[in-house]
């Protein structure tokens, strides 16, 4: 439709041109071109505020098709006109048919691009443009045959029936859907344009403008002095439109959509000019009709071919009113003020100062350098442009200190006590810890007095940092009924006082143990040898006699004071005990603690904390302040096949966070890895690396694991055609999950190899954004990427359907699910054995056993075998038992309840590994408010009731979960869940639900989005009981 209309409205516009030049020129001299120029400039500008002012009120459809029938009528009666003699209607047929010519194509062109996004228009340009040739064409022949038979004022009379036929591709468009609406609704960010970009783009339109203007003006005048006689310039001009039109019509089906694609949308701007420079350069030497058909043909070919084309595509990466914005300031500027520029230069160069031909074509090259020049300089701000499109906003937290604690925030600070919650006091000192408020002390004293212990706390710790002696005010914490407030206050008061000694050796004999602790930690101060033994030989009496696991407050004061002694040996004894200790907060207190020290004897101790994920964060930062020392430990550990994944990926995070060579050569070595995880994992922190320092030399191995990358996705794309015809089955998403993780280690490899940041958020949009977020994502590749990486990778990640719409062959589903058991990936083979139709099963079951004989055993693929063969004989009957549900089964169960709705199978495996499923009673009680946190709880079947004395908080029904706050929080229950009608549970120990946060981080948002939303719903049912009660009472 849209190509049909092209053709509809540009046929009558070349039918007008033809008829036009010919009268024209048999009828007045060439000094009086210009005049005509300006003058329909003039009015052209006039009437295209007119039609803006439209445009406001009424959709483009609407104005469009008003303009046909306007044009229609108009051009009608010229044609009575001009056969009546009328002495002014050659005049008013040339601007008429420039009139037509600048607003009918372009009310098209904005109609079509309202239908399209970017991809679509990068596609389609070709097809769509050449409607505009085939056009061309046509009106050319018609011109030229018309010419031949009849008489040349006949051309109006056939250009007006084409306007009319124009109606019908008008009304079809209207009927499709505007792809603009996310921009009108406002849901994206406006694009906000540079003034560089804006000026660039300018620049391009105005200086084109001007050249084409010029070049029209040498065409006709060198075709007035060597065609004579309106017959014979009316054929000339038909044929030269109908053989330019061929030309340009293979141009844009052929050659328009490959430069646009893989040259990107600034090569094609630059190709105009350059055509043009060469046939001003022919004006200039040798001034003869050839030289002026073969200008004006370069115009014309490469004008309504690829240069319009290209300026189409750039627009649509526009988003929001910018759009709009910047097409209104290029109409009135670039492209009707340089019109007018054009005429008065034509009119005081030739009408008036009477000067050569060869003047203009002089003039012609200068315009050509500048915009040539400014279709480079667009080459950057255009990549910027769509750089901002894809670019997330970030909250300025420098802005955000500043305003929050600005004179007004100190000024209040009395009022905001008695006032703000424990939690906001909280949030509001960790933002001030890490701001440099050095003049904040008198206003932090009266935070010691704070009812809550940890807000004090915060208050203490802030004062260290103050320049005055606050001393006095801390004195009174030192009975303080917290013991890490105590602590701190005697931390705080030997610091400062001028004769520390004396007071150390009071805290010392103090009978609570913590103030003791905080003493040895003070004794650092004094400087002397002695009493520093003192304090470690006190440390040690302190640890002796806190064995008590349950009771991990003293060990964590040493733990967290063992920094101070980081210098000594003998606090390496010391560090090894509490390394070890039970409780999980004197671990990773310890870990910050020895992390100063940097001893290599502590290594071994440090690594094995890899088992609790709780500490991994703590561990990796440890770790890596050893530096380059690290690495012989971290290559043998890495070389070594029984070391677990999780130790392997923590140590690749460990050495990319370490500046130096030979760890970049390591990471770049395990990037090569068999392993999914390491390499996966290697590929991250090459990007980290990269992100320092670059990686200068490497650029032949990066382009290696790329290749590999791309075929892996290529070989994806293949497995989600043999079975993922539906996206909501386990295979489908397991299959769609991988495509998903190869297309993201696509990203991160090209990023190593261009802008790493534009990648960056060029992935951010591909994978989260909307369908236009998208397409600009993968146009900012075609603007980075060069030309053999966009062949590549961009044909793989246009497509994101879920599947295919035809239905697969069974020898692929065949190939494809032996291929999985044979490379041993057990989970994909699972999920493939659970989607095979009985009859599948059936007569495969020969190849299936042979190939799971042939290998080492693969325990999950035989559990689901063996199931699918259960469940295909008719007189199986499903066990009851607790225990009996497969892991593939219990995954898919763990897929459809609410918090874990959102993860994928490689995440919802590690749970249900280590899942069990057990039946309740109705009356069990499952747990009681107050209790510790073990498991999580899925619902399967029958229902259970959340208590908190006195009221019911809800009722989970199947497919909803049930103890994740607590498990999450690490705080006790906050409920009582009782059994109300015969349940069964899948159980997820609260171990293995944090092992998989921390192998898949991304799965932390989805769950917490979908606590949240469980959280609001119990909190808006809790509030609306207290109002029913409320009401009672009142009534009552």
């Known amino acids: 439709m849209s190509t049909f209309l092209l053709f509809l409205v540009i046929t009558p516009f070349v039918v007008l041109k033809s008829a036009r030049d010919a009268l024209v020129l048999t009828q007045f001299s060439g000094a009086s071109l210009p005049y005509f120029m300006v003058v329909t400039t003039l009015l052209v500008a006039v009437l295209t505020g007119i039609q803006l ?23 009608f009666a010229l044609h009575l006109a001009v056969i009546s003699g009328w002495s002014l209607a050659v005049p008013v047929l040339y601007v008429w048919a420039n009139l037509f010519g600048a607003q009918i194509p372009m009310l098209a062109w904005v109609m079509i691009g309202r239908r399209l996004n970017l991809r679509q228009a990068k596609r389609a340009i070709g097809v769509i443009g050449a409607g505009a040739v085939a056009g061309s064409v046509g009106g050319g022949v018609i011109a030229e045959r018309v010419a031949q038979l009849g008489d040349t004022p006949d051309l109006l009379a056939g250009a007006a029936l084409f306007m009319v036929a124009a109606l019908v591709p008008v009304t079809g468009l209207a009927l499709c859907r505007v792809v603009e609406s996310e921009d009108d609704s406002g849901k994206e960010t406006e694009t906000q344009l540079s003034r560089r970009f804006i000026t660039a783009v300018l620049l391009v339109v105005a200086a084109g403008t001007i050249v084409s203007t010029f070049a029209e003006f040498q065409f006709k005048i060198i075709a007035q002095r060597e065609v004579s006689g309106v017959r014979n310039l009316t054929a000339f001009f038909g044929w030269f439109y109908a053989y330019l039109g061929v030309a340009t019509l293979v141009f844009q089906i052929a050659i328009t959509p490959l430069i646009v694609r893989w040259g990107g949308v600034t090569a094609g701007l630059a190709l105009l000019p350059a055509a043009l420079l060469t046939g001003n350069g022919l004006i200039v030497g040798f001034g003869t009709l050839w030289s002026a058909v073969i200008l004006r043909g370069g115009d014309q070919l490469f004008r309504h071919s690829i240069d319009r084309s290209s300026l189409e595509v750039l627009y649509t990466a526009i988003s929001g009113k910018a759009r709009v914005k910047l097409k209104a300031l290029l109409d009135a500027f670039g492209v009707r003020a340089a019109e007018s520029a054009a005429g008065l230069i034509l009119v005081l160069l030739f009408s008036i100062a009477g000067l050569p031909l060869i003047t203009v074509g002089i003039l012609g090259i200068v315009f050509c350098v500048v915009w040539l020049a400014a279709a480079v300089l667009l080459r950057g701000e255009y990549r910027q442009i769509l750089t901002q499109t894809v670019q997330r906003n970030d909250i ?28 906001t006091w909280l949030h509001l000192l960790d933002l001030l810890d890490t701001g440099d408020q050095k003049q904040i002390g008198p206003k932090l004293t009266l935070l010691l007095g704070h009812s809550d212990a940890q807000v004090r706390r915060k208050a ?39 004769q520390p000694m004396g007071r150390l050796f009071t805290f010392l004999q103090d009978p609570d143990p913590s103030v003791q602790v905080a003493a040895c930690s003070c004794s650092l101060l004094t400087e002397r040898e002695e009493s520093r033994e003192l304090a470690l030989r006190k440390l040690e009496e302190l640890l002796a006699g806190a064995h008590n696991p349950d009771q991990p407050d003293v060990r964590l004061d040493v733990a967290r004071v063992l920094e101070d002694f980081a210098g000594f040996d003998a606090s390496l004894k010391l560090a090894r005990r509490l390394l070890e200790d039970p409780a999980i907060e004197v671990r990773r207190a310890a870990i910050k603690s020895v992390s100063k020290s940097r001893l290599e004897s502590l290594v071994p101790v440090l690594f094995t904390s890899f088992k609790e994920p709780r500490l991994w ?14 690495l012989p430990h971290v290559r043998r550990l890495l070389a070594l096949s029984d070391t677990p994944l999780e130790l392997k990926k923590l140590l690749l995070q460990v050495i990319s966070d370490i500046n130096d060579e030979k760890c970049l050569e390591l990471l770049m070595k395990q990037a090569e890895s068999q392993n999914l995880s390491v390499r996966f994992q290697a590929i991250k922190g090459l990007n980290r690396f990269n992100r320092r320092q670059g990686l200068n030399g490497f650029r032949p191995r990066i382009q290696y694991l790329l290749e590999k990358e791309i075929r892996e996705l290529q070989e994806n794309e293949h497995q989600i055609g043999a079975f993922s015809t539906k996206p909501d089955t386990l295979i489908g998403n397991l299959l769609t999950q991988r495509r998903r993780w190869a297309q993201e280690r696509v990203f991160r490899l090209l990023g190593l190899m261009y802008d790493q940041n534009a990648l960056q958020k060029a992935y951010f949009a591909f994978s989260n954004g909307s369908d236009r977020l998208f397409d600009t994502a993968l146009e900012l590749l075609d603007s980075v990427l060069d030309l053999e990486h966009k062949r590549s990778v961009i044909p793989l990640l246009e497509s994101r359907a879920d599947g295919f719409d035809t239905e697969p062959s069974p020898v692929a589903r065949k190939e494809t699910l032996l291929q999985f058991i044979k490379r041993k990936d057990q989970l994909a083979a699972a999920a493939a054995l659970a989607d095979l139709r009985p009859e599948e099963l059936r007569r495969w079951r020969p190849d299936l056993e042979n190939t799971l004989k042939s290998g080492k055993e693969q325990s999950l693929v035989s559990e689901t075998l063996q199931w699918r063969y259960r469940m295909a004989q008719p007189e199986a009957n499903a066990s009851k038992e607790p225990d009996s549900l497969t892991t593939i089964q219990k995954l898919e169960s763990l897929s459809k309840v609410d918090i874990f709705s959102r993860l994928g199978p490689h995440e919802l495996l590690l749970l249900a590994g280590s899942s069990a499923v057990q039946d309740y009673a109705a009356g069990e009680i499952i747990y009681r408010e107050g209790e510790t946190a073990h498991h999580i709880y899925n619902l399967l079947q029958g229902r259970v009731e959340l208590r908190r004395e006195p009221d019911q908080v809800e009722e989970i029904n199947p497919g909803g979960s049930f103890g994740a706050l607590a498990v999450l929080s690490g705080q006790p229950r906050f409920f009582t869940a009782q059994v109300v009608e015969t349940a069964r549970c899948i159980k997820v120990e609260r171990e293995a639900f944090w092992e998989m946060v921390e192998d898949y981080p991304s799965a932390a948002r989805a769950i917490f989005e979908v606590l949240s939303g469980q959280i609001l719903t119990m909190m808006g049912r809790l509030s609306e009981q207290k109002d029913e009660e409320g009401a009672k009472g009142k009534r009552g």
């Open 396 to 423: 300025d937290i420098e802005d955000l200190k500043k305003s929050l604690f600005g004179p007004d925030f100190q000024r209040l600070l009395p009022h905001l006590l008695a006032s703000v919650s424990t939690r």
């Open 460 to 498: 203490l710790h802030l004062l260290f940092i103050q320049p005055r002696d606050y001393s006095t005010d801390v004195e009174k914490l030192i009975g303080d009924v917290d013991r890490t407030v105590r602590t701190e206050a005697i931390r705080y008061i030997c610091s400062r006082s001028p």
């Open 617 to 630: 964060a703590d561990l990796r930062t440890a770790l890596a302040e050893y530096g380059p020392a690290l």
């Open 53 to 75: 002012r439209l445009n406001e009120r009424l959709a483009v459809g609407t104005v469009l098709v008003g303009g046909l029938l306007f044009y229609a009528i108009g051009t």
